[in-house]
């Protein structure tokens, strides 16, 4: 069984990878496992989805959505499969649709 303790993604108890920050989701899918993390304050880190193997080897990070806003601080706030489609929604309002190849945005929406 999968699951995420802070910063670790534990298989059966043990550590399979370590994040550098807290996980605030992990989404369990066919061909890979995506976390994401939380973006701490004061802290500029917005490339804060990560996708992994089975095997527990970094796959790709998502394509930072560049800010409409003006914004700087522009994190991802979760993911979800949709239809067999990967999206990342951020905290401004935007959904974005990431290739499952590579974590590239293949389009963004505007939610708010």
Same mark, same amino acid.
């Given at each position: 069984?999968i /699951? /995420?303790e802070? #910063?670790?993604?534990l298989v059966?108890?043990s550590?399979?990878?370590q *994040?550098?920050y807290?996980? *605030?989701q992990?989404?369990e899918?066919?061909e890979?496992?995506?976390?994401?993390?939380?973006?701490?304050?004061?802290?500029l880190y #917005?490339?804060?989805v *990560? !996708?992994i193997s089975? !095997?527990? $080897?970094?796959l790709w990070?998502a394509q930072?959505?560049?800010?409409?806003?003006? !914004?700087?601080?522009?994190?991802y706030?979760s993911?979800? $499969?949709t $239809?067999?489609q990967?999206w990342a929604? #951020? &905290?401004?309002? &935007?959904?974005v649709?990431l290739d499952? !190849?590579n974590?590239h945005?293949?389009q963004k929406? &505007?939610t708010?």
């Amino acid at each position: 069984m999968i /699951s /995420s303790e802070r #910063n670790k993604v534990l298989v059966d108890g043990s550590v399979f990878y370590q *994040t550098r920050y807290h996980i *605030t989701q992990l989404l369990e899918l066919a061909e890979m496992y995506l976390l994401v993390e939380v973006s701490p304050l004061g802290i500029l880190y #917005n490339d804060n989805v *990560t !996708a992994i193997s089975p !095997a527990g $080897e970094l796959l790709w990070k998502a394509q930072v959505l560049p800010s409409v806003s003006g !914004a700087v601080d522009n994190p991802y706030m979760s993911v979800r $499969e949709t $239809e067999g489609q990967l999206w990342a929604s #951020n &905290w401004l309002g &935007w959904a974005v649709q990431l290739d499952p !190849a590579n974590g590239h945005i293949l389009q963004k929406v &505007w939610t708010k």
